[in-house]
């Protein structure tokens, strides 16, 4: 760190994105993205005319992508807020909503971004235990006074809490936010959304990243009541109100009138998860129920470490975390059925080599 930089960030310990590579052979199986190109409509959207128009700044206050994204979800679009990505939209709520005089819980096994916007904002954070599956136990949620985020389904296990469950927490915290997290919503859960009308305390985040295939776009939103989300356009307009640029919106829009074709891919991307996940547990593997478009797993024949880097050396890019309650489960991010045959391929000549 320069003599410059302030003392409040001398701890501050950086989120780790997962590795990219410039190799087009390597099976990118390590940061959760859709293996489906955009939609046909999303293509032909981003046309020529509209890439002539970079000299103009986009429409701050992203009005058509709010009313498509409120169409979709049968709420208005004063419910929705839009950002560079979810991971900005949740900046902003932990900027806007957590203090210095609150406490913001969240699993100690979750999204890492949360523990390092506490220590950005210099918020003060816990992290609930988890049962010994890794699921979340709603009732350790129940009253406890404080902000809540979680992360429904929960990465990196995959792991999904009922929404009975999540309403639960919610009526049971009626002074403290309580914040959901859905960048995996699409792969089999049911949103928190339906229920912004019943409760003031409950913000929803999505993200058009994992389900839409515009990670490289940047695009989140959160859905929330009035309130809540006035709150957040005051934050976003004093940080950055061009923070979506006229592309992205553009994208946007597009993905949402393709609905059909992104809701066949994450079908296409279930089917799959359900494959893997059978054909690794017939090798020996512990694999976590998964709602998400990844599965976690682990093999006690061999340690996480070691199998992460045979299959780097194999053009294989799999996730892997060194803390030590997850250091020995991989994180596998699903991709199209051939590439997932590789993967396994691949997996069966490391085992042959090293078990």
Known sequence: ??????????????????????????????????????????????????????????????????????????????????????????????????????????????????????????????????????????????????DIILANPNAPTGIYLSLENIERIISSNPENLVVIDEAYIDYGGESAY????????????????????????????????????????????????????????IAGESSIDDNEYYMKNCKEVMETRSFVTEKLRSMGFQVIDSMTNFVFAKIKALEGKILYEELKKRGILVRRYDKELISNYLRITIGTKEQMEIFLQRIREILKLKV
């Open 1 to 146: 760190m320069s003599k410059f930089i302030s003392d409040r960030f001398s701890d501050l310990e950086p989120y780790k994105p997962g590795e990219q590579t410039g190799n087009t052979e390597c099976i990118k199986l390590n940061t959760n993205e859709s293996p489906y190109p955009p939609s046909p409509k999303v293509m032909e959207a981003i046309s020529l005319q509209e890439v002539e128009k970079l000299n103009l700044y986009p429409d701050y206050s992203g009005i058509n992508l709010r009313k498509k994204i409120a169409k979709l979800y049968n709420v208005s679009y004063e419910n929705i807020v839009i950002g560079n990505g979810s991971d900005e939209v949740l900046s902003m709520i932990f900027m806007a909503f957590f203090d210095h005089k609150s406490t913001v819980v969240f699993p100690e096994i979750s999204y890492d971004f949360y523990k390092v916007f506490s220590q950005l904002y210099g918020i003060k954070y816990m992290e609930m235990p988890m049962n010994g599956d890794f699921s979340i136990s709603f009732k350790d949620y129940l009253g406890i006074n404080k």
């Open 194 to 249: 339906k229920l912004i009308d019943k409760y003031d305390n409950l913000l929803v985040v999505q993200t058009f990243s994992k389900s839409r295939s515009l990670a490289g776009a940047r695009l989140g939103f959160a859905i929330g009541n009035r309130e809540l989300i006035r709150d957040l356009n005051m934050i976003r307009f004093s940080m950055n109100p061009y923070n979506v640029n006229r592309l992205t919106l």
